[in-house]
């Protein structure tokens, strides 16, 4: 039995507590949260569990096997570092840290201690996002020749961090899984509509060694709601529109050929298919379901998770350079080859 | 009676004509194409027209007093010129032309001659976009914070221009129009997934001197056709969806109203306000046919078009600097001021 | 303080209990199931709530001022009974009772002794529904001309009603409250695809004495789930898509008018005007929370509720009717004038 | 070369001479209208094609072979009887005629004649309904267990037919192709809110000897246009959209298995299944392209058209039985069991 800690208990930390409360395999034994409210909230629906609004009590405690991290992005290096120190493993919300510095930090320190460094990269749990990834890597699109997201809403604007941190995280943690090139280099332009405040509208290109482009879209500003994305291929593409109900992913039998016959401006030199679309049947567990029993997995098993603390770093590494990027207005930033 | 001459019976050409046959005031007397099929077709169409392979002759011809060029962007800028310095009226098909200097010698030419020259960007002579210029001019909107547009689908690939000359253009035409401030830099990444071919994928930010960004996705590789646009303001938002059939424009009573209470990462500093949607009724007339009257009235009564020389030019000179920037991998590429 | 007991516990039963633990003013003392597991359950989420297997327990309670009856529709009408007799308040599911001869002893038994009778009809306490009749009873829609329902999913097929019991009777609430005329005859057909089953395709007309018509579509065989409405006026018309998350409600400005012109096979009688459309804001609280607090207020206050006993009487007297039809396949059956 | 004539060049008649014209093997002769304007707007078109306005010109000349009908239903009787008289085949517009009794007489005077006589049901000849009726034949789906479509929109109001001989008589001949059985009952029910019109909203159920139900619910008044079709079968189910552009056919692999376990209110009977989704790629072409090509082809080889008098006949038999069923208010009628 794995004993799990929780620290912070805002939006998300809830659904954190529910999804390792039922997990087989893992007991949640402490929460901690800065609002006494919060924690009373947590006391109630689970009374066996301990609260305290001082991290440290979890950290020193050496009945705590594992701790989850769910807090304010600027606070998760200083709690996942002491945790790792304390010799916990470490499931930390998504952006893993606020730097690259942090963040190499982190996977360096899990790395040594022999301890379980995991991401919570939500999607990559879902039934939508393992049916792409399967998809593009059983080679049924083809080459992949780019990927194009749409993440906007009426949203609450944030103070620490702008809305590619917050927004296109996702649409970056989809892509690190997904697709088998990782970026070499971005260009990223935005805006903040108030003073003071981090962009709350962006838009960021991803370049690749290979063929391929990747461009998000977020807005918090947006009068409708859209979580829509495309992935072109040479043979297929895929809509997957996660605000559809029923029908989340399409498949479409369209694509490109292109022949070698001489050109001319009236002349098509490229031939198009277009056939049947199809909507596969998705996966509908929780998504945190799986991933808690993958992390309770992974340290029982001392395997590698799948989105563990290089995948996180990987991700901001592409934000941090998406930031610089922003201050030159689009200018090019290059990647690190080996990331 | 006005008589034009127009040249180019292709794909767009045989429109321009049908809508000049029934503008009254004006007076189809010829057409010319290179391809002796099209032109036996306007021929049976309009037996009373005179077909020709060789432009000379309609811009030879003394009984023409205008004519309409709507031929591949390369040639815009030949068969312009040799019409204004012949003393006919020029219409040009949007591009105007394929570089900011021959766009500028354009307007000159015309200036100097007292001629009327006018681009044919038509979307803005759709009741759409003129009752989306309304709103935004008349306050409604309050100040306009961002215009963002996505226009993709499987398209012909082209291999004189690449996809922002073909599809982005649009935007920026409806953007000069509605407006009132003009970008003053752009930053453009895209990608060509066909050796030797312009790019078919690509993204266009444009920069403001105020508060407000604009972005155009554009793709000839999209297994799903959309043309959908977003603006949004500090008091309500624009939802404009061309491929609706009965709701094209949709209005969202929806903002943000800034506070000026002292901030927290727990805190909201944005006030929300949400409300109705209204979808008003659109003027349906053949954007087209308002075009080819106001072209004729522009002529007869010594009056600048809404579309003229300089507004072409606005728009070259965006794709140009856009095509520097995407060589440059989305590099800021600044636009002059006096615009 | 009203105490109140809820018997069963089932789909519908917790958002019952939940929002009168939530409603000021009311206090939930008791709640009773035939299934063990489903007491467990209540009990360790309101573990002050008594659990009961017995729903005599919780009559004969002089403690319990009213009594919610969310069980199958064939126990309705001796539960409700009984809690009357033992001067009970008492809300009950919809359909009221199995039978209008059990619904008129309800209403009489209620009226007798001066108790409040109100049946869950959940869809008057939306902010849409509500919004509908506010724009029918102000005269905006003009004369109403038609109410037309499409009500249908893939859903679980229930033993003991058909497939009208359970979803048109949504329909006939909604009518019931919202249009001024009441129903004169109806005429149903339908079809049971499982031998020994209840109907679980339908098809209702409803005659009215003016100039009206309503009609319902429901189907627990469908591929795809449709809550769509629509509502014609002559001035204006309604489209009610519940679906919808966010703009659920639409009013066209469309109508007809009719002119006295003489006709011909080639002629127009009609004059249509087509106009804009608008999509109110809608109230969002919780429709269970505004009902539980209704019926608080109505027994303190000694008020009749919007859904009182006889609007539940009228709608189970429309349901036996069809049912009489359906069994006739489609034969008009009259509904008592005064009814 | 069969040499054709077709009476009326309204709405409909330019489309069918327009396809005429281009299928290969067939000339058109004449065009007869009753209103000038629209025969010189012929002539303009076909200069080759004699004019006129008595249809006896055309059904007593001998080069004419055949004759397409395409005038208000009340006329076609007469018109058709003439020229299968003269010897002429016979294409007539849908619904066949006014009444049975005609129909029956036509049907009579081709066969005796050795005549075709063909029944435009345009939509039988379409590459969606003729993947609809593969589907249904193939066994795919299964047993079918309804067919329900809607049919609405803001229409003219027509004063010679009611909406169901206008919008029904669509379904009621994809359902004569598609469906192996034939109906045996209908229950009608509608509505004029104009004094002395036709009924302008209707909805007509058929029943049929097996375990199937069909439902068409037809309306010149909504503010929506709606052209949607279910047909769930035991395996699968399809959805019909005909306003989709590019998905009209969305096949669902949901059905039920009835299972033998002894039931409960509490327990389930119906097993379901829910899959794959699929949309197939739909022909595109021209129905009546297709329509007129068979036409051609069935007098060339004497064979028997798809959509013969025999099926006109049994359209115009359930619309005349929904007319008297609709005048008892929903009263079953029967149909002759051998039509």
């Not at 998770?305 to 610089?324: C, F, H, S, Y």
Request: charged share 20%.
């Amino acid at each position: 039995m794995l004993n799990i800690a929780v620290i912070g208990y805002g939006y998300w930390g809830p659904n954190i507590v529910r999804n390792f409360v039922e997990a087989p395999g893992a007991n949640v034994l402490a929460v901690c949260d800065q609002d006494e409210a919060r924690l009373e909230q947590a006391q109630s629906r689970y009374p066996g569990i301990t609260t305290t609004m001082n991290p440290e009590d979890l950290i020193n405690n050496d009945a705590i096997d594992a701790v989850a991290v769910v807090t304010p992005v600027a606070t998760h290096y200083d709690l996942a570092l002491k945790a790792l120190q304390s010799s916990k493993h470490v499931l930390v919300e998504k952006p893993m840290t606020a730097t690259v510095e942090q963040g190499e930090t982190l996977v360096q320190e899990a790395q040594q201690r022999g301890l379980t460094l995991m991401v919570d990269h939500t999607f990559v749990y879902t039934g939508a996002v393992r049916k792409i990834q399967e998809l593009v890597n059983s080679g049924e699109l083809g080459d992949v020749y780019y990927y194009d997201s749409t993440r906007i809403n009426l949203g609450l604007f944030q103070h620490d961090v702008n809305v590619l941190w917050d927004l296109a995280v996702h649409d970056l943690t989809i892509m690190d899984y997904v697709l088998a090139e990782k970026p070499i280099a971005v260009s990223a332009t935005g805006i903040s509509h108030v003073a003071g405040e981090p962009e709350n509208v962006a838009y960021l290109t991803l370049f690749f060694e290979n063929n391929m482009i990747a461009h998000i879209n977020v807005n918090w500003l947006a009068p409708v709601k859209v979580r829509s994305m495309l992935i072109g291929g040479s043979k297929k593409m895929i809509v997957f529109d996660d605000l559809e109900p029923s029908e989340k992913l399409k498949i479409y039998d369209k694509g490109i050929t292109v022949s070698d016959a001489p050109e001319s401006v009236y002349e098509m030199l490229i031939g198009y298919r277009a056939g049947d679309m199809w909507a596969p049947k998705i996966e509908r567990s929780e998504a945190l379901r799986v991933e808690a029993l993958h992390f309770v997995e992974c340290i029982q098993d001392n395997k590698t998770p799948l989105t563990d603390g290089k995948a996180g770093l990987r991700v901001v590494r592409i934000l941090e350079a998406a930031n610089q990027s922003m201050q030159q207005q689009g200018a090019r930033v290059a990647l690190p080859a080996a990331h």
